[in-house]
């Protein structure tokens, strides 16, 4: 008997930009909401932009989160979207011997010790809620800078990444000399999976500790008018000029790490089990802007800049839930 084709949660589940901006065709879609924002190196304007960076990163979250809580607590309510490959390879019961093969690349950024701190608190409030999700270990944790390829063969991925592999050196340490910082942590959410997600940072108090200074002093004049979405649009821009198309699954204002997904529908079965569950991430979401957000004396810090510790880690191959491996690790601060 030949093995069910599975269908990748992303055929139901679309990612879709809610933060209204409008991307051209053949444009860097990144750059795209930098132009929409005003993009000004003069001190005032530079202040307004970054604002409003942050403030479409916010409307998209916010936006998805309210969607997503309106899914959960609808009348006509269906199902859960379990990721079949996830599914089959924590039950290797279901279709013994299954392999996941598709192979992707991508530039991960690796949370440094504090985030991973923050995000295992999460993760313990969650389970707390629904003690059948399914959690992403701390060592496989990343955010995805930039998706290249996915669902490709194994040759293929090779044969892109030869011909990246001139600008892989200057990619993977890139955020040394270009400093993103994430702020705001709160948990978004879907049918499929839930997330940490982050804020390009806009001003806000410094709670982390103070990077290694780079031996150009100019980056750090540059201060939060850099944002992760910058890294974003320079990455893109760089593996470009590398010579390579981008085919990435979604480009959305979004900067998350994924903190588990669902692979039952026995916590969520009843509108009673699926309010609480609504109701729970609410909750840990207060209180994340309660006692995380902005505090210099929080156990746990909501704070970071991208390339603390390590810098990009220029993964390929099956990457779903973390897996793959490096070609390799930037330089960290």
Same mark, same amino acid.
């Given at each position: 008997?030949?093995?069910?084709?599975?269908?990748?949660?992303?055929?139901?589940?679309?990612?879709?930009?809610?933060?209204?901006?409008?991307?051209?065709?053949?444009?860097?879609?990144?750059?795209? $909401? !930098? =132009?929409?924002?005003?993009? /000004?190196?003069?001190?005032?304007?530079? #202040?307004?932009?970054?604002?409003? &960076?942050?403030? +479409?990163?916010?409307?998209?979250?916010?936006?998805?989160?309210?969607?997503?809580?309106?899914?959960?607590?609808?009348?006509?309510?269906?199902?859960?979207?379990?990721?079949?490959?996830?599914?089959?390879?924590?039950?290797? $019961? !279901? =279709?013994?011997?299954?392999? /996941?093969?598709?192979?992707?690349?991508? #530039?991960?950024?690796?949370?440094? &010790?504090?985030? +991973?701190?923050?995000?295992?608190?999460?993760?313990?409030?969650?389970?707390?809620?629904?003690?059948?999700?399914?959690?992403?270990?701390?060592?496989?944790?990343?955010?995805?800078?930039?998706?290249?390829?996915?669902?490709?063969?194994? =040759?293929?991925?090779?044969?892109?990444?030869?011909?990246?592999?001139?600008?892989?050196?200057?990619?993977?340490?890139?955020?040394?000399?270009?400093?993103?910082?994430?702020?705001?942590?709160?948990?978004?959410?879907?049918?499929?999976?839930?997330?940490?997600?982050?804020?390009?940072?806009?001003?806000?108090?410094?709670?982390?500790?103070?990077?290694?200074?780079?031996?150009?002093?100019?980056?750090?004049?540059?201060?939060?008018?850099?944002?992760?979405?910058?890294?974003?649009?320079?990455?893109?821009?760089?593996?470009?000029?590398?010579?390579?198309?981008?085919?990435?699954?979604?480009?959305?204002?979004?900067?998350?790490?994924?903190?588990?997904?669902?692979?039952?529908?026995?916590?969520?079965?009843?509108?009673?089990?699926?309010?609480?569950?609504?109701?729970?991430?609410?909750?840990?979401?207060?209180?994340?802007?309660?006692?995380?957000?902005?505090?210099?004396?929080?156990?746990?810090?909501?704070?970071?800049?991208?390339?603390?510790?390590?810098?990009?880690?220029?993964?390929?191959?099956?990457?779903?839930?973390?897996?793959?491996?490096?070609?390799?690790?930037?330089?960290?601060?």
């Amino acid at each position: 008997m030949e093995p069910p084709v599975l269908e990748s949660t992303d055929v139901r589940n679309k990612l879709e930009d809610l933060s209204g901006v409008v991307v051209k065709p053949g444009e860097n879609p990144y750059n795209a $909401l !930098i =132009e929409a924002c005003n993009d /000004d190196p003069v001190e005032l304007a530079l #202040f307004t932009y970054v604002l409003q &960076i942050q403030a +479409l990163y916010a409307a998209h979250r916010i936006k998805r989160n309210a969607q997503q809580a309106d899914n959960f607590r609808a009348p006509a309510f269906n199902e859960l979207i379990i990721d079949p490959y996830l599914l089959r390879l924590q039950d290797p $019961l !279901i =279709e013994p011997g299954f392999k /996941d093969t598709r192979h992707c690349m991508t #530039f991960w950024g690796r949370p440094p &010790i504090h985030v +991973l701190e923050l995000a295992e608190a999460i993760q313990r409030r969650l389970k707390a809620a629904a003690p059948n999700i399914w959690l992403m270990p701390l060592h496989r944790m990343h955010i995805t800078t930039l998706e290249l390829a996915f669902s490709r063969t194994a =040759e293929e991925i090779d044969s892109i990444k030869e011909t990246l592999k001139p600008a892989i050196p200057s990619i993977a340490s890139y955020t040394y000399h270009h400093r993103a910082r994430l702020v705001k942590p709160m948990i978004s959410y879907d049918l499929s999976a839930f997330a940490v997600s982050f804020l390009p940072a806009a001003g806000e108090p410094k709670v982390s500790s103070a990077p290694v200074a780079p031996d150009n002093v100019e980056v750090l004049k540059q201060g939060d008018g850099y944002t992760y979405h910058h890294l974003r649009r320079d990455m893109w821009d760089k593996t470009k000029e590398a010579g390579m198309t981008i085919d990435s699954r979604y480009i959305v204002p979004s900067a998350h790490i994924t903190l588990g997904r669902y692979l039952t529908n026995e916590d969520h079965a009843t509108p009673e089990q699926r309010k609480k569950w609504v109701e729970a991430i609410d909750e840990i979401n207060r209180w994340l802007e309660a006692e995380v957000w902005e505090k210099h004396d929080a156990g746990l810090v909501g704070e970071w800049v991208v390339g603390q510790e390590k810098g990009l880690d220029v993964r390929v191959g099956t990457l779903w839930y973390g897996g793959g491996r490096t070609v390799l690790l930037g330089e960290g601060f």
